[in-house]
């Protein structure tokens, strides 16, 4: 089969700001929660590399642009970093930072790569984050005027905007699982900081369009598609409708339908967690969803009901739910994650009948695999082809939901070059391009790298 892909199809891949630029902080950046928690916890990390150590894109941007071309990007997705451009959390601008992203920008677009820029990924600067961070309602003004800012300083040339990355992943790993900073266990906390960061995602909508900028505001959602051991079991298919709903649609369906789900209402109520809210932010989110939708795929949810007391002594959301190990699941044993290659399917064709088909692109997806340096061949490729299966088998599904009438626009993959991971440092290797640690960070184009230009200057492939 030729699996040919829509005319103007955005081919690219997706990174961080706090996860590829490094720190350089005599050039002003402020602290964020990374740095904070490197700095006081560094025996966390994988070999005690933190976030100051990665590929150091802030001062690469030709030679990366460069490699973004010669692996066939029309588009690339990178975010800002809040305690760059701002690094009090509110307030002063560095100039610095706004010489960076200006660069970056423009030298995107003089190679006809389009910006894709996001707002938030997971690093709030270290003094809101000591005011409660987004437990706190005011970091949202904070929040609203540094996006503002951006859309003032980059919004003529940058057309695709994103509010956040994830916004589940801070509630997780802040307030329940305890893998990001502050490492807190309280679900009430978890449900406010969800809430708040939708909230102020409605928020920096309504400013950019009060702007009046030409282009589209979105979000990027990782979606996890829940499904039930049992289907014929009642109990079990609750189970999996209160995972879905707390982790995918008490973002999709605010973000794209305006409105909270009845059913997690009710669930949250019935659990005593329901946030804090004030009815006016009901009409903002209302009024303020997203043109696009960015969906992070990375693996799906299994779920059945719970049977037995979860490990936490306190109320958790899995008081609802149990989850459970596919028996005979393909998994990509790095990351411990299963590799489902169908849930890229049936997340689109969720999205394509349930939320009016809004356009939307995958934002994410790839697999990190560690000690890469085992296929390395003799002219120093890393000969990476179950990356290339890993991709291309998901790609055959998002190409099934557009011809059955999805409206995908693209496809990133996680990740460009290879970058720091918030707990694993550089571990798990994600990238089209590998990163020499110890040869001062030397970049080289893997197969897939190669593999993937073919296939966006053919639209498509074999
Ligand atoms: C996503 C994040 C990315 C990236 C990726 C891979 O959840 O948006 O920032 O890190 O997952 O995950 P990890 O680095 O934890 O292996």
Redesign the pocket.
């Known amino acids: 089969t030729n699996y040919q892909f829509p005319k103007d199809f955005y081919w690219g891949s997706a990174s ?1 700001g706090p ?1 590829s630029e490094g720190r350089y902080e005599n050039d002003g950046k402020g602290d964020n929660i990374w740095d904070l928690w490197y700095k006081e916890q560094p025996e966390l990390y994988f070999n005690t590399i933190g976030p100051e150590k990665t590929s150091q894109a802030y001062t690469h941007i030709k030679e990366d642009v460069a490699l973004l071309k010669a692996t066939g990007h029309n588009s690339f997705r990178t975010s800002i970093q809040w305690s760059r451009l701002i690094p009090e959390g509110r307030g002063a601008i560095n100039p610095a930072a706004v010489k960076f992203y200006n660069e970056l920008i423009d030298e995107l677009l003089a190679n006809d790569i389009e910006p894709f820029i996001n707002l938030y ?2 690093d709030m600067p270290v003094v809101l984050q000591k005011e409660g961070g987004w437990e706190n309602r005011k970091t949202i003004d904070a929040y609203v005027a540094y996006a503002t800012a951006c859309f003032e300083l980059f919004g003529d040339r940058v057309k695709k905007w994103f509010t956040h ?2 916004p589940i ?1 801070p509630v997780e790993g802040g307030y329940l699982y305890g893998f990001h900073y502050p490492h807190e266990v309280s679900f009430k906390a978890a449900v406010q900081v969800g809430y708040h960061e939708m909230l102020a995602s409605a928020k920096a909508i309504a400013a950019y369009r009060a702007l009046g900028k030409i282009g589209e505001i979105g979000i990027i959602l ?1 979606l996890t598609p829940s499904y039930a051991r049992d289907e014929n079991n009642p109990s079990d298919v609750k189970a999996a409708q209160f995972a879905d709903g707390f982790f995918n649609r008490s973002f999709l369906d605010p973000s794209v339908l305006g409105e909270y789900p009845a059913d997690l209402i009710d669930d949250l109520r019935s659990a005593d967690v329901l946030p804090s809210y004030l009815v006016e932010d009901l009409e903002i989110i209302k009024n303020n969803t997203v043109d696009l939708l960015g969906i ?1 795929y ?1 693996q799906p949810r299994r779920i059945q009901a719970r049977e037995n007391p979860h490990e936490w002594s306190v109320p958790m959301p899995e008081d609802f739910f149990e989850t459970y190990d596919m028996p005979n699941k393909k998994i990509n044993p790095y ?1 411990g994650w299963e590799i489902y290659e169908k849930g890229i399917y049936d997340t689109l064709t969720n999205i394509r009948e349930n939320y009016g088909n809004i356009p939307c692109y995958i934002s ?1 997806n ?1 697999m ?1 695999v560690e000690d890469e340096s085992r296929f390395i061949d003799k002219q120093g490729q890393i000969n990476d082809d179950y990356r290339i299966e890993f991709v291309s088998e998901h790609l055959k599904y998002v190409h099934q939901a557009i011809t059955e009438g999805s409206n995908v626009r693209g496809y990133h993959m ?2 460009f070059i290879d970058n720091w ?4 440092a550089y571990k ?1 290797r ?1 990238g089209f391009v590998s990163l020499d640690l110890e040869n001062d960070g030397k970049r080289t184009i893997k197969k897939s790298g190669h593999w993937y230009k073919k296939v966006s200057e053919n639209n498509g492939f074999e």
Do not use: I, M, P
């Open positions: 961080s996860q990924h997971f990355n994830e992943v990782n992070n990375y990351r994410e790839g990190g996680w990740t991971s918030w707990l694993n798990n994600y």
